[in-house]
């Protein structure tokens, strides 16, 4: 049973979003852009509320009024109840289910002890008990945080990973092996047989314990010593971890690197027995924030094959990364999602193969020769310019030659800079195999940014001979859309007025932010025709940036 949709409302930094996941889920996005709220709010989803957490503290922008809301949707249900091995529990789920294999379960702040459990679209009140049969009916949800040490992760306990997985793994073995099952044999002779001696003297212990309590408590009619069958659960803890790395010592008095990767490691492990022996039954969950933590990149490589392999059976995996190596190469039902902060605000998107080589540019901080050679390169002046054309050029443009755009990321409030970000952008470029065919876009100069602008043309004259500089009509980009009415935009084309109107704070009104927003709207819903003749020159610098590729 795997999770096919999330959706998350107002859970700290996410206000609202929606998004299909695969079997193998990679998050990508800059330090504080919200993916570990991402990861909290389904551990909310999970366990509820904290002991001793505030629930205000979790909410948007932490306004009491915003009610947190996580919804995930399961398929699989009926092979998920299936592997229940509480037969009173799987009543209760196959009787809710029916006959369905898609449920949707939910839990808000409304009542965050409770969960919703829906099934073709109306909810099932299945009556007492029933979240701890939902709670043996859901994967196992396995959260590995960048703050997990060792103890919490890697020794054995009833609720950690390691006991979950041990617990798993030996007890398939133990069911499989004769001696364990001739101890289990013998231990029923000596202790539970009624012709067995110990029983016999432990049973009058108890008659003459029984009488002397007796006198206190009438109602005490009898007293029985017992002794269960010692389980694997008890045999674990006896277990320890040692490590020789050339010096043999506990887990725990290694770094933090060989702890993590230990971690790691087990879970691996996990995996290969899984893949090993078919399936164990519940199929887990894997949360991995930052999963690089601490690992050398040939390793990362390595962790990934193998979570991948965990996914492609009853397992699901979610890691959170800023490493390269886990969004490079494309595996098989895998899901890559960009998130990022706007205005306090995450925003979770869906990406393509078309828009990974700019996820992995902005991953390793901007340096052209770690996008696979492009075609090649577009240098715009920033955000806006950006998340038009490159929207534009998946929606109309697939099929011409890959181009890497780059936003030369100028002060979008400071434009006096915007050129000298171009130039810092084209100059490694310029000094190699891409110097004579880089295109470079940039707005109209203002009265005090057009003596920079000169001093470029005066340094890089083969631009304007070759063809590979154009500038747009205006200022702004905003300046050039189509005039288009839009009920949460306004007009699309914005006035130079508006654009340099600011409120009473001296702040501007449309902030670079919001520009923003309007780009990914404007590529996002403008037609091609609007396009091709109303940003003309935005179409011209791509045709000559498609005629000049490699």
């Not at 709220?37 to 503290?57: K, S």
């Not at 379960?105 to 459990?117: P, T, Y």
């Not at 099932?124 to 049969?133: E, L, Q, R, Y």
């Not at 980009?477 to 935009?489: A, K, R």
Request: proline residues 3%; contains cysteine.
């Amino acid at each position: 049973m795997k999770i096919t949709r999330i959706k998350i409302e107002n859970f700290r930094s996410i206000k609202n979003t929606e998004f299909n996941t695969s079997d193998f889920n990679i998050a990508v996005g800059q330090n504080n852009c919200g993916k570990t709220n991402f990861f909290e709010a389904i551990q909310f989803f999970y366990n509820g509320l904290g002991r001793g957490q505030n629930i205000t503290e979790l909410k948007y922008k932490r306004q009491s009024t915003n009610e947190i809301f996580v919804e995930l949707e399961f398929s699989g249900a009926q092979q998920g109840a299936e592997n229940m091995q509480n037969q009173a529990n799987k009543t209760k789920i196959l009787n809710a289910l029916s006959e369905n294999d898609t449920v949707v379960v939910s839990r808000s702040s409304i009542d965050a002890k409770k969960r919703k459990f829906v099934v073709n679209g109306e909810e099932v009140n299945p009556g007492t008990g029933f979240d701890k049969a939902l709670n043996d009916f859901l994967p196992k949800f396995e959260y590995v945080t960048t703050k997990q040490y060792y103890d919490a992760v890697a020794k054995y306990g009833k609720t950690t990973p390691m006991g979950i997985m041990l617990s798993g793994v030996l007890s398939a073995i133990l069911q499989e092996n004769v001696q364990y099952q001739e101890f289990q044999t013998k231990f029923r002779e000596l202790f539970e047989d009624d012709t067995s001696e110990i029983k016999t003297e432990f049973d009058n212990v108890g008659n003459k314990v029984q009488v002397y309590l007796e006198k206190q408590f009438p109602d005490c009619t009898k007293v029985k010593f017992e002794v269960t069958a010692p389980v694997f659960d008890d045999l674990l803890k006896n277990f320890e971890t040692t490590i020789d790395d050339g010096v043999e010592t506990t887990a725990e008095e290694k770094g933090d690197g060989m702890q993590r990767a230990l971690m790691l490691a087990i879970i691996q492990a996990y995996a290969d027995f899984r893949k090993s022996n078919d399936d164990l039954g519940k199929s887990f969950l894997f949360f991995i924030d930052e999963a690089e933590l601490h690992l050398h990149p040939t390793a990362q490589r390595k962790l990934k094959d193998v979570l991948h392999t965990l996914s492609n059976n009853n397992d699901q995996v979610f890691i959170n990364t800023h490493s390269s190596v886990f969004v490079a190469d494309n595996f098989e039902n895998q899901s890559i999602l960009k998130v990022e902060k706007l205005e306090g605000q995450t925003e979770f998107e869906l990406t393509t193969d078309l828009d990974k080589p700019y996820v992995v540019f902005e991953l390793l901080g901007g340096s052209p020769s770690d996008l696979l050679l492009p075609k090649n390169f577009m240098i715009v002046e920033g955000q806006s310019e950006f998340e038009l054309l490159t929207r534009v050029i998946k929606r109309f443009y697939s099929n011409k030659p890959r181009i890497q755009i780059i936003k030369a990321n100028g002060d979008i409030d400071q434009v006096e800079r915007t050129i000298n970000a171009i130039e810092k952008a084209f100059i490694p470029l310029n000094s190699s195999i891409y110097g004579a065919k880089t295109i470079i876009l940039i707005d109209e100069p203002s009265e005090q940014t057009i003596g920079g602008v000169n001093q470029f043309h005066q340094n890089y004259k083969s631009l304007n001979q070759n063809g590979q500089f154009f500038q747009l009509v205006g200022r702004d980009l905003e300046q050039s859309y189509p005039n288009q009415e839009c009920p949460v935009y306004g007009n699309w084309r914005k006035t130079q007025e508006e654009l340099d109107a600011v409120n009473e704070n001296g702040k501007k009104i449309i902030t670079g932010s919001k520009k923003k927003k309007l780009a990914k709207h404007v590529g996002l819903n403008i037609s091609q025709a609007q396009f091709e003749n109303e940003l003309g020159i935005c179409f011209q610098a791509l045709e000559k940036c498609w005629e000049l590729s490699y």
